[in-house]
């Protein structure tokens, strides 16, 4: 069973930046979709961002143009860069194969002040 590890979170004020990262155990990261998501309180879990095994990227629009996803596929490892964060993005974020087949990780806990 892979397990994920979410880090990277914390408290930012509007407009700052953050950048999450996410490590992989096991030998099928590579060739997997891997994504983003998020979920805020009281809220269903949303798909953010993908990163497809060969690289190319999808965004929920409430991100596109702010948020950056990438892939290490030799340290098993998937990130996400977040600029221009707003209150909104407030949410805890998790990292997960596309479709979420995997058990969910931690977490990590963003908060975004206004």
């Known amino acids: 069973q892979v397990q994920l590890v979410e880090s990277g979170g914390g408290l930012v004020q509007a407009g700052g930046s953050l950048r999450l990262s996410c490590a992989a155990s096991?030998?099928?990261?590579?060739?997997?979709?891997m994504a983003w998501y998020r979920q805020a309180p009281g809220k269903q879990r949303q798909l953010v961002a993908v990163?497809?095994?060969?690289?190319?990227?999808n965004y929920a629009d409430s991100v596109k143009g702010r948020f950056t996803i990438s892939r290490d596929n030799a340290k098993n490892t998937v990130y996400l860069l977040m600029n221009s964060l707003k209150p909104e993005d407030t949410a805890v974020y998790y990292c997960?194969?596309?479709?979420?087949?995997?058990?969910w990780g931690q977490g990590t806990q963003v908060n975004v002040s206004s």
């Open positions: 990163c497809a095994s060969g690289g190319s990227t």
């Open positions: 997960n194969a596309l479709p979420a087949t995997w058990s």
């Open positions: 096991g030998s099928i990261f590579s060739i997997k979709s």
